[in-house]
């Protein structure tokens, strides 16, 4: 798996400094999950980036400190699931962090969510990609999962617009409308009795 990292000069920048300006203006998902300084960009004899020199960031040693451990099974559960999906050490994922700050990305948020409802549990998409951490998350969690898995809708008040259908059956005047009906054509590929027709009408209920 793959997680989006940034690398900038000069060296002496405060990565967290820019972390902090570049999510004023971006979503969540699309916030480097760490910014390397480097005292120059490798590059190619031709003048590009050279990708393969770029030098590789250790997660678990970058989110090693302030770790805060999970305080409740939703958050062990959840920390749990996260370390699966990020490949990370579930011992240094800090409870204090964001989704998107422990390396994730819009594609890894689909696995959480799918692995999340394969343990009983209903995240929302919408919530992973917002900037919870993961107590907060777990909270969302406990919620859904003990009500009906979904956040409740709203109550609505005030006048609700017919649909086409509906205007044009009451436009219509019919004589007993209750009882309108939809008549549908079956072609059978054997022949069946009469009483067998009867007999199948007389069970709807």
Not at 77 to 91: I, P, R, T, W, Y
Not at 136 to 142: D, I
Request: hydrophobic residues 40%; glycine residues 4%; charged residues 15%.
């Amino acid at each position: 798996d793959e997680n989006l990292v940034a690398f900038v000069t000069p060296s002496a920048c405060d990565p967290q400094s820019i972390k902090q300006l570049v999510s004023q203006s971006l979503p969540p998902y699309m916030v480097p999950a760490a910014i390397v300084p480097l005292a120059a960009l490798p590059l190619t004899r031709i003048g590009k980036v050279d990708r393969k020199a770029l030098p590789c960031v250790d997660f678990d040693e970058l989110y090693h400190q302030d770790i805060v451990l999970p305080q409740t099974p939703a958050e062990t559960a959840l920390v749990g699931m996260l370390a699966e999906v990020l490949k990370l050490n579930g011992d240094q994922i800090s409870t204090g962090s964001t989704f998107f700050q422990l390396g994730g990305n819009s594609l890894m948020a689909i696995r959480l969510v799918a692995k999340c409802r394969q343990q009983g549990f209903v995240l929302a998409m919408a919530d992973n990609n917002r900037t919870y951490t993961i107590v907060q998350l777990a909270k969302r969690m406990q919620y859904q999962s003990a009500t009906t898995g979904r956040e409740p809708y709203p109550i609505a008040s005030g006048p609700v617009r017919l649909t086409p259908i509906q205007r044009e059956f009451l436009s219509e005047d019919f004589q007993w409308p209750q009882a309108y009906q939809s008549p549908f054509v079956f072609q059978c590929s054997a022949v069946y009795a009469r009483s067998t027709w009867q007999h199948v009408v007389a069970e709807l209920p």
